[in-house]
């Protein structure tokens, strides 16, 4: 059975950073590729980053490229999320996904798995 546990958020102030991590369990994690994507209350869930199998291929967002960083180590079964610049506007929850695509995808409906959620919260 998969599950994706997701840790490391919190509060911080605005231009602070966090760093997301979610921990997979289950077979043949480097066999998939891994997302993060934010929700907003009342707003629907929007990308934020993924990453290929391997690491050697990342998408972000508009809104995050050259402020967030996705990586993984298929070794710990672990994807990260370093999150610098933060602004108050990207107060959400953050969730960890896993996709069977060959490619990392921006396209939340190619995503199997989801994990719980972490709450960001940014403060002005």
């Known amino acids: 059975q998969v599950q994706l546990v997701e840790s490391g958020g919190g509060l911080v102030q605005a231009g602070g950073s966090l760093r997301l991590t979610c921990a997979a369990s289950?077979?043949?994690?480097?066999?998939?590729?891994m997302g993060w994507f934010r929700q907003a209350p009342g707003n629907e869930r929007d990308f934020v980053a993924a990453?290929?199998?391997?690491?050697?291929?990342?998408v972000y967002g508009t809104s995050v490229k050259g402020r967030f960083t996705i990586s993984r180590d298929n070794a710990k079964n672990t994807v990260y999320l370093q999150m610098n610049s933060l602004k108050p506007e990207e107060t959400a929850v953050y969730y960890c996904?896993?996709?069977?695509?060959?490619?990392?995808?921006?396209?939340?409906?190619?995503?199997?798995?989801w994990g719980q959620g972490t709450q960001v919260t940014v403060s002005s």
């Open positions: 996904a896993r996709s069977p695509c060959i490619s990392a995808t921006m396209n939340f409906r190619a995503y199997d798995y």
């Open positions: 289950g077979r043949a994690f480097s066999t998939y590729v």
């Open positions: 990453i290929s199998r391997s690491g050697g291929s990342t």
